[in-house]
């Protein structure tokens, strides 16, 4: 049986829960936040609640400060203090902190973005976190200079995974434009606050994207700008990063016989300001110039960033007579592009380079599954009452789930991820419903999106083959999106279709659910509901090999099969491979020969420095 290697636990850069990413509150404390926010109370005693809130909620021990300016003298543009190191979550002594902050003086918001980036720690050995700063604020900077806008603008072209929101509590005007330019330029997300309930509910939701940023796995490399030069990759999971505008190459070396695969996850920070058209290119090269292929990813929409992945096959043909069938030298290339206005941010960059081996002599695979037939999009999704589930933060830490009716909470501009198994014959089919919310008085008028993606286990995105639209309006009222793949299948390889090319070898398979940035303006809870419905069709083949017996199952004692109540592993489909007895006299069916990498592996020959 084929051995298949997991990503590692621990690597250079990788993140734990949450142990990469950092917060900085920076609080008004001018001398306007002792006026009354019409509920008898000053604006300066409603921030406070609403920071109690926030740390209330926040991860144990996530690093967590407090900055304030206008609070020591009544005029002064320098008046900007740390009142709170940015340590790990110490919850009662923040709320000493700002319980002890009494409204006075300027607002010199530009100078203390800059000493709150400063606040900020940088993630250790190279590693790639979310680092935040939330500013909290009644009015616009009076200081003049530095201007907040374009302190924002160099720290978030310089300070890669650093993200600035603001939260405006009752401005209007100069005072918003000003600060919707700061989230713009510091690649974060504007959160208006008419009054001290809706205050306490954006600060829960910004601080809550930065305790829940992507959690990154992979080793540091640095990719090039042309083939020369570049980095020697073998099977394994690698972290860089990527500017607008800009190719990043990759040089692997491949044999005449195994499919390679490549996939490049970008991470922007959610909600960033991006363009419908932006995109992410993966391609493979070969020689002075020829191509094996490259596919493309947009956003699809402008309300903000997402996770975006694409990713590309190196497959053999069946004759093994095409230009990218020879064993040598490839390289692995990825573009970013941008439109103008959109997110100027270096984007971390998750790469993903697996080698799987061709099935062994003798074996005939089975034929190709290239229908959704009971998948497709009238499938009978399951019922029942939903058990709760927390998605992860990206494919590392992927919730598991197994088929059967899942619950969750999800935030504006946020993408969770789940994680079903699927072996060979089967599919994945699923729904995604968003919940009735309660809405703000505003609103009826405004609308949101949820979407949905499904990946192979090689991280390769699905279309929906037409099947399916993957993504709805969302404005408070129950909403549903719908997706599937085709059955995996060895053959599925050499279809033409992008929903079933991808689809050729079992295991873990991949749902990212999104919420648009807008809802922020029309959910009145901070969060929002979610139940996924998901369905794997079909009996598990012991292999991919034509007539292959159904794949033994553990059954209990009742002779029922525990595998689809299973909710806390993979019940055993794709990676692993499954020996199965046929016939009396127990022959050993031979399994194709998957090798798919996704850990820390030996190189032959790599830059190891800092992303260029």
């Given at each position: 049986?084929p051995a298949?290697?997991?990503?590692?636990?621990?690597?250079?850069?990788?993140s734990?829960?949450?142990s990469?990413?950092?917060l900085?509150?920076?609080?008004?404390?001018?001398?306007?936040?002792?006026?009354d926010?019409?509920?008898?109370?000053?604006?300066?005693?409603?921030?406070?609640?609403?920071?109690?809130?926030v740390?209330?909620?926040?991860?144990?021990?996530?690093?967590?400060?407090?900055?304030?300016?206008?609070?020591?003298?009544?005029?002064?543009c320098?008046?900007?203090r740390?009142?709170r190191?940015?340590?790990?979550l110490?919850?009662?002594?923040?709320k000493r902190a700002?319980?002890a902050?009494?409204?006075?003086?300027?607002?010199?918001i530009?100078?203390s973005l800059?000493k709150?980036?400063e606040d900020l720690?940088?993630?250790s050995?190279?590693a790639?976190?979310?680092?935040?700063?939330?500013?909290?604020?009644?009015?616009?900077d009076?200081?003049g200079t530095?201007r907040?806008?374009?302190?924002?603008?160099?720290l978030?072209?310089?300070?890669?995974?650093l993200?600035?929101?603001t939260?405006?509590?009752?401005v209007?005007?100069?005072?918003?434009e000003?600060?919707e330019?700061?989230a713009?330029?510091?690649?974060?997300?504007?959160y208006d606050?008419?009054?001290a309930d809706?205050?306490?509910?954006?600060?829960?939701?910004?601080s809550?994207?930065?305790a829940?940023?992507?959690?990154?796995?992979g080793?540091?490399i640095a990719?090039?700008?042309?083939s020369?030069?570049?980095?020697v990759?073998g099977?394994?999971?690698?972290?860089?990063?990527?500017?607008p505008?800009?190719k990043?190459y990759y040089?692997?070396?491949?044999?005449?016989?195994?499919?390679?695969?490549?996939?490049?996850?970008a991470?922007p920070?959610?909600?960033?300001?991006v363009?419908?058209?932006?995109?992410?290119?993966?391609g493979?090269?070969?020689?002075?110039?020829?191509?094996?292929g490259s596919?493309?990813?947009?956003?699809s929409?402008k309300?903000?960033?997402t996770?975006?992945?694409s990713a590309?096959?190196r497959?053999?043909?069946?004759?093994?007579?095409?230009?990218?069938d020879?064993?040598?030298?490839?390289?692995?290339?990825?573009?970013?592009?941008?439109?103008k206005?959109s997110?100027?941010?270096r984007w971390?960059l998750?790469?993903?380079?697996?080698?799987?081996?061709?099935?062994?002599?003798?074996?005939?695979?089975?034929?190709?599954q290239?229908?959704?037939?009971g998948?497709?999009?009238?499938a009978?999704?399951?019922?029942g009452?939903p058990?709760?589930?927390r998605g992860?933060t990206?494919?590392?830490?992927?919730?598991k789930?197994a088929?059967?009716?899942?619950?969750d909470?999800?935030?504006?501009?946020q993408?969770?991820?789940?994680k079903?198994?699927?072996?060979?014959?089967?599919?994945v089919?699923?729904?995604?419903?968003?919940?009735?919310?309660?809405?703000v008085?505003?609103?009826?008028?405004t609308y949101?999106y949820?979407?949905?993606q499904?990946?192979?286990?090689?991280?390769?995105?699905?279309?929906g083959?037409?099947e399916?639209?993957p993504?709805?309006?969302?404005?408070?009222?129950?909403?549903?999106?719908?997706?599937?793949?085709?059955?995996v299948a060895?053959t599925?390889r050499?279809?033409?279709g992008?929903h079933v090319r991808?689809?050729?070898a079992g295991?873990?398979f991949?749902?990212?659910?999104?919420?648009?940035?807008?809802a922020?303006?029309?959910?009145?809870?901070?969060?929002i509901g979610?139940?996924?419905?998901?369905?794997?069709?079909?009996?598990?083949l012991?292999?991919?090999?034509?007539?292959a017996?159904?794949?033994?199952k553990n059954?209990?004692?009742k002779g029922?099969?525990s595998?689809?109540e299973?909710?806390s592993?993979?019940g055993?489909?794709g990676?692993?491979?499954?020996?199965?007895?046929?016939g009396?006299?127990?022959?050993?069916?031979v399994?194709?020969?998957?090798?798919?990498?996704?850990?820390?592996?030996?190189?032959?020959?790599q830059?190891?420095?800092?992303?260029?």
């Open positions: 049986m298949v290697a997991a990503p590692a636990d621990t690597a250079p850069g990788a734990g829960a949450g990469n990413g950092s900085v509150m920076v609080l008004d404390s001018s001398g306007s936040m002792a006026d926010d019409g509920t008898g109370h000053t604006r300066m005693e409603s921030a406070r609640t609403a920071v109690g809130t740390v209330d909620g926040l991860p144990d021990g996530y690093p967590t400060g407090l900055r304030v300016y206008g609070a020591d003298r009544t005029r002064g320098a008046d900007t740390l009142v190191p940015v340590r790990g110490d919850r009662a002594a923040v700002v319980a902050v009494r409204p006075r003086g300027d607002t010199p530009g100078l800059r709150a980036a720690p940088r993630p050995g190279g790639i976190g979310t680092r935040t700063i939330l500013l909290v604020s009644d009015g616009e009076n200081c530095p907040p806008c374009e302190v924002a603008e160099q978030g072209k310089e300070e890669i995974g993200r600035i929101d939260v405006g509590f009752q209007r005007g100069a005072a918003r000003q600060l330019c700061v713009a330029a510091g690649n974060g997300r504007y606050a008419p009054d809706s205050l306490a509910r954006q600060l829960q939701r910004a809550q994207l930065s829940d940023g992507y959690r990154f796995r080793e540091r990719g090039t700008a042309t020369a030069g570049a980095p990759l099977a394994g999971q690698y972290l860089d990063t990527i500017g505008g800009e990043r040089a692997v070396d491949l044999d005449a016989a195994s499919t390679a695969d490549f996939s490049a996850t991470v920070q959610p909600g960033a300001a363009d419908t058209f932006d995109a992410l290119r993966t493979i090269a070969y020689g002075a110039g020829g191509s094996c596919e493309t990813a947009h956003f929409q309300e903000g960033a996770p975006l992945t590309i096959a497959i053999p043909t069946a004759r093994g007579t095409g230009p990218c020879r064993a040598g030298r490839y390289w692995l290339v990825v573009e970013r592009e941008s439109k206005g997110d100027a941010a971390p998750e790469l993903v380079h697996g080698v799987e081996a061709p099935l062994p002599k003798g074996v005939t695979p089975a034929q190709s290239p229908e959704y037939g998948g497709g999009e009238d009978v999704p399951p019922s009452d058990r709760d589930v992860g990206g494919f590392n830490d992927a919730g789930i088929p059967g009716v899942w619950r909470r999800i935030l504006p501009s993408t969770l991820w789940y079903v198994p699927a072996g060979w014959g089967q599919q089919r699923y729904d995604v419903e968003f919940a009735n919310e309660p809405t008085e505003r609103g009826g008028s949101s949820g979407a949905t499904l990946f192979t286990p090689a991280r390769f995105p699905l279309t083959g037409g399916f639209t993504t709805t309006l969302y404005g408070g009222r129950p909403s549903a999106v719908r997706m599937g793949g085709v059955p060895w599925n050499y279809e033409n992008t991808p689809v050729h295991g873990d991949y749902i990212s659910v999104t919420l648009g940035a807008r922020a303006d029309i959910a009145e809870n901070p969060q979610v139940v996924l419905r998901v369905s794997v069709l079909g009996d598990e012991a292999g991919p090999e034509h007539h017996p159904a794949a033994a059954a209990d004692k029922n099969s595998r689809a299973d909710s592993g993979t055993g489909a990676w692993t491979g499954i020996a199965a007895a046929a009396a006299g127990a022959v050993v069916v399994i194709a020969g998957l090798v798919f990498v996704r850990g820390r592996r030996g190189r032959a020959a830059t190891t420095r800092g992303s260029a």
